[in-house]
């Protein structure tokens, strides 16, 4: 629940801390919790790759383009197991404004260190390539690598190109444009690569809107398009700069216990690690020397050598090879607002995890002791029990057994039982045995046994499973109660008037919550059980016939008594001549007079069809994963 709705980059860890996988996410709360939802997950290696991991991290990031490109560099950086293997040694895309006399604009992905300019970094090519364009349409500029010295231009060394008449360029290689105003043109083409493009966008919307009047719509198509494009680019990135080479970032917060530092491991001016430091604070030290601790220790755990820090407030370090850096804006700055943003979440989180530990805490006594007061216990019941059983018809009876401990199931101690003395539909002698059952074991195994034990039923099954507990001497160590369902009925044993607990208690919910449970385990085993022998036909109980040689005569007849309407060539087209020899032999030998099987002792072997509504209904539910006894 503390997983905020924010983009970001995601780990997975191994129990060894290792870094199985990475991810990015617009919204980090959806797309962690698509990894433990109920859905079977889309992929036999995503089901694993969860399976493998024993934790996860994330650092929140300001935008969508962000996560993509620091999910990016910490794949190359790390090469986790579960991701795509990233094979080409392609970098990011940029678009660089030359450092030249008539400077060109160009897209690349070599970020040269010869006092260019270059912007980006961009989350694809295409998107590069569009904003490059919309910019040249804009200002037309030249594409030519000429040397446009003053010198070349006035001894006429050039003369235009395609691109003059085309009107993509006005000329400056023949001195057509004037230096002041070609620089004037890259002044705007900085400002919207900035991402400061106000003027820009007003431009364009007036042209749009003349188009659409004018009934010119492709084109106002075209201009909206590019308006789109505009709205969603970003001119920077905080976690990939050119501009910043190796430095480490530190924020600090705090609350009256402890403090949290934040640290971001800045190499070659990408993000390629995070992590959170937490401390326990002392009386005497201030924030300025619990960060000054942190950071020692920090950079000597991750094996930085960075020579310069980035932190909110001067710091004075015991190493005068370190600079330290409080920036107040531009990109470093960026990086320590991004820092300031995940200790702040980091902080957060933890004051929410323990507010809802004391307040669960706090909640679960409440219930439980008003649970207690309710039934008249003598102890608070910590350790709740409740039995129910199914059957359909008196066929696979089954029982479930389910654990409460401090109000929540604990489903590690879910057990299910088959009923093994008890003929036909019979729910007080199913009751009586499995109680019986079940606590003959926790007395033999020594294990505690629980405070409250509830049976799903009125007084008829609470008197069964009172003669167990009766006959393993047990009374006076447990409470037991039964739930009737209809009106929501508390009995005790030996008392024919019921308790009706207030229908908006929180204990009678607690109780209600129990007994649904059970229910819901008993019908999943008991469906279970019934699903697997719908497949066991009269046809698997013939010798050197199996159960797959069955599903194929099921699946290609449709049951029992279509197979016996069928020919002896029809059948061998399924199974072959030799099992066919065995199913005719089994089933009497002759063929009737109408081609098929004598029908009469199909009858007497029972019909089991697996018509579809069979088939849809047992394929909604999954098999238990509980332990059974």
């Known amino acids: 629940d503390t997983i905020p709705h924010q983009p970001g980059v995601y780990k997975f860890l191994s129990e060894d801390g290792e870094i199985i996988y990475v991810g990015k996410a617009k919204s980090l709360k959806k797309r962690l919790a698509s990894y433990f939802g109920e859905k079977k997950h889309q992929s036999y290696k995503t089901g694993i790759m969860v399976r493998s991991a024993a934790n996860f991290e994330y650092t929140l990031v300001d935008s969508e383009n962000d996560a993509l490109l620091l999910e990016n ?46 912007f980006g970094p961009y989350a694809s090519k295409a998107r590069a390539k569009v904003v490059l364009e919309v910019v040249r349409k804009l200002f037309p500029l030249r594409t030519c690598a000429f040397e446009l010295s003053e010198k070349n231009i006035e001894r006429g060394k050039f003369k235009v190109c395609l691109e003059f008449h085309i009107k993509n360029c006005m000329g400056p290689c023949e001195g ?30 007036e042209r749009m809107t003349r188009h659409a009047v004018e009934m010119e719509f492709e084109k106002a198509q075209d201009i909206k398009g590019k308006l789109t494009f505009f709205d969603d680019y970003q001119g920077k990135s905080t976690v990939v700069s050119q501009t910043i080479g190796d430095v480490d970032v530190f924020h600090i917060s705090e609350d009256p216990k402890r403090a949290y530092v934040h640290y971001l491991k800045v190499v070659s001016g990408a993000i390629i690690h995070s992590h959170t430091m937490e401390m326990i604070k002392n009386l005497n030290e201030d924030k300025e020397q619990i960060l000054i601790l942190a950071i020692d220790h920090i950079r000597e755990t991750f094996e930085s050598t960075s020579a310069e820090i980035i932190v909110p407030f001067e710091i004075h370090l015991p190493s005068s090879d370190i600079s330290v850096t409080v920036p107040q804006r531009g990109e470093k700055k960026a990086l320590l607002d991004l820092a300031e943003k995940n200790v702040k979440h980091y902080l957060f989180k933890k004051q929410q995890q323990e507010l809802n530990q004391s307040g669960r805490a706090n909640s679960v006594e409440r219930i439980l002791k008003t649970l207690q007061q309710d039934l008249n216990m003598n102890e608070v019941p910590w350790h709740i029990e409740c039995f129910d059983n199914s059957n359909l018809h008196g066929t696979n009876a089954v029982a479930s057994c389910v654990v409460f401990r401090n109000a929540k199931p604990s489903k590690s101690d879910y057990r299910k039982f088959n009923i093994k003395s008890v003929e036909g539909s019979n729910d007080f002698a199913s009751m009586e045995e499995i109680v019986y059952r079940r606590y003959h074991r926790l007395l033999e195994e020594g294990k505690s046994l629980p405070q409250l034990i509830i049976i799903d039923g009125g007084k008829g099954q609470l008197s069964a499973a009172m003669k167990s507990i ?135 072997a029972g019909d089991h069809s697996l018509d579809d509504s069979e088939q849809v209904e047992d394929s909604k539910f999954e098999s238990p994963t509980e332990n059974s006894e």
Not at 82 to 104: A, G, L, Q
Not at 530 to 550: D, F, H, M, P, S
Not at 582 to 590: Q, S, Y
Request: hydrophobic residues 35%; proline residues 2%; charged residues 30%.
């Open 73 to 118: 560099m910490l794949i190359k950086k790390i090469q986790p197991r579960y991701n795509v293997t990233w094979r080409d040694d392609k970098s990011y895309s940029y678009i660089c404004v030359k450092k030249e006399r008539f400077p060109r604009v160009f897209f690349t992905r070599q970020v040269i260190r010869d006092g260019s300019t270059y």
């Open 176 to 205: 057509l444009e004037s230096e002041d105003d070609y620089m004037e043109k890259i002044r705007q083409v900085k400002n919207i690569l900035k991402g400061n493009f106000r003027e820009v966008r007003l431009h364009l919307n």
């Open 470 to 604: 009766e006959a393993l001497g047990i009374t006076e160590k447990v409470t037991v109660i039964g739930i009737a369902k209809r009106l929501e009925e508390i009995y005790f044993p030996g008392d024919s008037i019921p308790l009706y607990i207030n229908k908006k208690s929180e204990s009678l919910k607690l109780v209600q919550q129990a007994r649904n449970e059970a229910h819901r385990f008993a019908i999943t085993f008991h469906r279970q059980k019934r699903g697997k022998e719908v497949t066991q036909t009269a046809l698997t109980t013939i010798a050197g016939i199996g159960e797959k040689t069955a599903q194929k005569l099921l699946i290609h007849f449709g049951s029992v008594a279509r197979l016996g309407q069928a020919t002896q060539e029809e059948i061998e087209k399924v199974i072959g001549k030799s099992k066919t020899a065995v199913v005719l032999k089994h089933f009497g030998g002759p063929i009737s007079d109408s081609g098929g099987i004598d029908n009469s002792s199909i009858v007497a």
